[in-house]
């Protein structure tokens, strides 16, 4: 149909269907060579609907992630020498309550691990791409929703 998209068209996605924003803390970090520092990627499903959902963060060569509070569904080393991690997991939507004083409650994973410097030649930023996570609307459209990209400082 050849209807008007109008702002009822974006209450009925988040009503019907997941709808996803992704973050990570820090997005700026200084590491020396051998010295670790602690990232957390947050993902909240803002819509009512559950989905299944695909968290991607990739962490750039010359350093390697360890000690995930939640543990990757799979990894894979890049040809750049970056390493893509990814995680799946199912998201309820978010849930009114009946009394409109009370807020909404939104599903939310955090998921923290920690990143080692390994690169001994630095004195340069990296910059790594921004978390990313992918879901299907009940229509089955594809989405996907980006953060902030990593900077990593690397401090001799």
């Known amino acids: 149909s050849s209807a008007p998209q109008t702002q009822y068209n974006v209450w009925d996605a988040i009503s019907e269907g997941p709808v996803l924003a ?4 820090p997005n700026y970090i200084e590491l020396h060579p051998g010295e670790s520092g602690t990232l957390t990627v947050q993902v909240l499903n803002l819509g009512r609907g559950m ?7 990739t962490i750039p060569a010359g350093t390697e992630a360890h000690s995930f509070s939640v543990t990757p569904s799979r990894t894979r080393d890049n040809t750049d020498g970056s390493t893509t991690i990814t995680w799946e997991f199912k998201m309820p939507g978010s ?15 955090e998921i923290t691990y920690g990143i080692t410097m390994l690169d001994a030649e630095c004195g340069q930023r990296q910059t790594s791409w ?3 996570v992918a879901w299907q609307d009940v229509w089955e459209r594809p989405f996907v929703s980006y953060g902030t990209p990593l900077v990593i400082a690397c401090c001799e």
């Open 51 to 57: 989905g299944t959902v695909e968290v991607s963060e």
């Open 95 to 109: 849930e009114d309550d009946p009394d409109l004083s009370v807020p909404t409650t939104y599903d939310q994973i």
């Open 130 to 132: 921004a978390p990313e």
């Open 22 to 25: 992704i973050g990570r803390t």
